[in-house]
Antibody, heavy 118, light 107 residues
Framework: EAQLVESGGGLVQPGGSLRLSCAASGFTSSSYAMSWVRQAPGRGLEWVSGISKSGNKYDVDSVKGRFTISRDNSKNTLYLQMSSLRAEDTAVYFC?????????????WGHGTLVTVS | EIVLTQSPATLSLSPGERATLSCRASQSINYYLTWYQQKPGQAPRLLIYDASSRATGIPTRFSGGGSGTDFTLTISSLEPEDFAVYYCQQRANWPLTFGPGTKVDIK
């Protein structure tokens, strides 16, 4: 069964850094596009960063220059390196797997990891 | 950035009733529209992709339609487990964007 498990969230001060991890099992994550999507407390979903199967990377403007998405194929793991964190980055961060060959459609999601910037 | 608006914000219905949710894009997105369902404390669940294609395992009571800028998600007869928040999302352009959501609650 395909599964994603995020880790690395926690409490960090404004201006600090954090690295989120997303371990994939039951499938080879390098064969799919992968993304990070966040949800602030009581709010809607916001796509943050994505990486295509070929390695192209995309970010929402609000995190450009501060967040970096990457993947370690040998560990079947996706990462989000976050720096210069702001209060408005406080959210549950989900990683999500692309649906077959469809970039931007997500069929498997992790349970999320909470990042609190305060 | 493509902005998605959803209406209504809240839909109060009874089990067995038909639900019709709308999503409008700020510019044409062809058919590149996805619908997700989210329940409290859970991750989103993929329902419909490319406007009208049901994802694997999604019941036939869920259907999607539309193209260009106007889309709908229809739940033909609400089951108790369908009361949740529904989000639309476009993949026509980067950055990917989500609508603000429609909450379907029990009347």
């Amino acid at each position: 069964e395909a599964q994603l498990v995020e880790s690395g969230g926690g409490l960090v001060q404004p201006g600090g850094s954090l690295r989120l991890s997303c371990a994939a099992s039951g499938f080879t994550s390098s064969s799919y596009a992968m993304s990070w999507v966040r949800q602030a407390p009581g709010r809607g979903l916001e796509w943050v960063s994505g990486i295509s199967k070929s390695g192209n990377k995309y970010d929402v403007d609000s995190v450009k220059g501060r967040f970096t998405i990457s993947r370690d194929n040998s560990k079947n793991t996706l990462y989000l390196q976050m720096s210069s964190l702001r209060a408005e980055d406080t959210a549950v961060y989900f990683c999500a797997k692309g649906y077959t060959t469809y970039d931007g459609v997500f069929d498997i999601w992790g349970h999320g990891t909470l990042v609190t910037v305060s | 950035e493509i902005v998605l608006t959803q209406s209504p914000a809240t839909l109060s219905l009874s089990p067995g009733e038909r639900a019709t949710l709308s999503c409008r894009a700020s510019q044409s997105i062809n058919y590149y529209l996805t619908w997700y369902q989210q329940k409290p404390g859970q991750a989103p669940r993929l329902l419909i992709y490319d406007a009208s294609s049901r994802a694997t395992g999604i019941p036939t009571r869920f259907s999607g339609g539309g193209s260009g800028t106007d889309f709908t998600l229809t739940i033909s007869s609400l089951e108790p487990e369908d009361f949740a928040v529904y989000y639309c999302q476009q993949r026509a352009n980067w950055p990917l964007t989500f609508g603000p959501g429609t909450k379907v609650d029990i009347k």
